[in-house]
Every structure is written in structure tokens, then in C-alpha cells.
Antibody
Framework: EVQLVQSGGGLIQPGGSLRISCAVS????????MTWVRQAPGRGLEWVSI???????YVLDSMKGRFTVSRDSSNNILFLQMNNLRVDDTAVYYC??????????????????????WGKGTTVTVS | DIVMTQSPDSLAVSLGERATINCKSS????????????LAWYQQKPGQPPKLLIY???TRESGVPDRFSASGSGTDFTLTISSLQAEDAAIYYC?????????FGQGSKVEIK
């Protein structure tokens, strides 16, 4: 059964750091495209980051230099390391698997994706 | 960034009646090279993660009831619930994946009248 079990959220002061996790079962994180999406209280969905199966990583511009996605292939876990947290980073953070198509653009493969499997979310409160 | 705008923000529909949600993108989501629209729809109930309903603008995800259908092309898309059930009360989001920066609509809340 495909399952994404999230952990690691909590209350953190502004400027602090936190690492949240997403333990995956039913498929390999290293062979898939894994994403993070967040949802601020009472707000909509905002894409945060992705790690490609080939290891490439992308993060939303506003989070560059602060947020880093990584994975532990041996234990099949996805991580999001969040540094220098701000009050407006307060949100529920979801991990999700990307599904879609890969295209060659300017000699580089890019993945165009929707999210087909989601974790239950973990709450990060910066205050 | 591609801006996704949904309408209405909320709607109240009687059980068994039709619910229609619109989603408009700031640029086309259609690739003529493969004849596909890069748009997905999700359902989110309170305290739950989003659930994928539709991808490629009109392909229903496995297990999604056939009362959910979607259509549209280019910049204008529609999600239709043909006969609203109590369990369909939720917020619905569209999402474009035409480029490397996926973006979502603001959401449309469906309530039971």
C-alpha cells in the first residue's frame, strides 16, 4: 500500500531551523519525483520544492537559500530542511508524489507534474 | 508565474443538483505538440490533504466517482459534479503544470444548500 507518513513539525521561533520528514512506503523515493506543498492557515496551496529522480532539486524563489529538499534512499524518506524561518512560513506542509511527463527543454529534461499521492501534512508554526 | 483564478469562490448546491466550478489561467495550458492540457483538479476536505480528482484536464483519477467530470482547453476549464452528494462538500482547487512552477487556484468551496 502506498503511504506517506509525515513527522517533525512543531513550534519554532523566528530565525530558527526545523527539518520535517516524509517516510514513504509502497514505492521508492529515489525513483520518483517528490514534492513539498504548503498551506498557510485558512489559505490555499503553494508549491514549495521538488527533488527529481536524478537528484536535481528546485525550490520556490522566495525560499531559495532557506529551504532544502533531500532524500534518504536507504530508508525511503524525504526531508525538507527549513532554516531562518519566518512567521509567514507558518503552514501545514504536505509531501506528495509528482506524476506527469518529462520533456527535453534546452538539452535538459524537465518534469511537468501534478501530485497524485499526498501525505497527511505536518504543521509548522513560527512564532 | 501562471496565475490561476477560480470562480465562484463559494457555492451552495442542493443534494442531487449540479455543481460547476470554473478555472481560468493567465496563459494557455495547452501543448499542441501532444494535444494535452496541463491542468489538474483536487478536492480537499477539512483537516485532510488534497485528493487528486482529475489530471490532463479531463482524465479522472482511479477510484474517483464518475459524477465528477472536467473539461476545457487553453485557458478556460470547468469541473462539474453532476449530482451533488453530501460527501462532496469540500474545497476544490485547480493546478497548472504547464511549466516548472506549479501554481494553484485560490480554491472554490462547495457547500450543501
Amino acid at each position: 500500500e502506498v503511504q506517506l507518513v509525515q513527522s517533525g513539525g512543531g513550534l519554532i521561533q523566528p530565525g530558527g531551523s526545523l527539518r520535517i520528514s516524509c517516510a514513504v512506503s509502497g514505492f521508492n523515493v529515489s525513483n520518483n519525483y517528490m514534492t513539498w506543498v504548503r498551506q498557510a492557515p485558512g489559505r490555499g496551496l503553494e508549491w514549495v520544492s521538488i527533488i527529481y529522480s536524478d537528484g536535481r532539486r528546485y525550490v520556490l524563489d522566495s525560499m531559495k537559500g532557506r529551504f532544502t529538499v533531500s532524500r534518504d534512499s536507504s530508508n525511503n524518506i524525504l526531508f525538507l530542511q527549513m532554516n531562518n524561518l519566518r512567521v509567514d512560513d507558518t503552514a501545514v506542509y504536505y509531501c506528495a508524489r509528482g506524476a506527469g511527463e518529462q520533456w527535453l527543454v534546452s538539452e535538459i529534461y524537465h518534469f511537468y507534474y501534478y501530485m497524485d499521492v499526498w501525505g497527511k501534512g505536518t504543521t509548522v508554526t513560527v512564532s | 508565474d501562471i496565475v490561476m483564478t477560480q470562480s465562484p469562490d463559494s457555492l451552495a448546491v442542493s443534494l442531487g443538483e449540479r455543481a460547476t466550478i470554473n478555472c481560468k489561467s493567465s496563459q494557455t495550458l495547452f501543448y499542441s505538440s501532444n494535444n494535452k492540457n496541463y491542468l489538474a483538479w483536487y478536492q480537499q476536505k477539512p483537516g485532510q490533504p488534497p485528493k487528486l480528482l482529475i489530471y490532463w484536464a479531463s482524465t479522472r483519477e482511479s477510484g474517483v466517482p464518475d459524477r465528477f467530470s472536467a473539461s476545457g482547453s487553453g485557458t478556460d476549464f470547468t469541473l462539474t459534479i453532476s449530482s451533488l452528494q453530501a460527501e462532496d462538500a469540500a474545497i476544490y482547487y485547480c493546478q497548472q503544470y504547464y511549466n516548472n512552477l506549479p501554481t494553484f487556484g485560490q480554491g472554490s468551496k462547495v457547500e450543501i444548500k
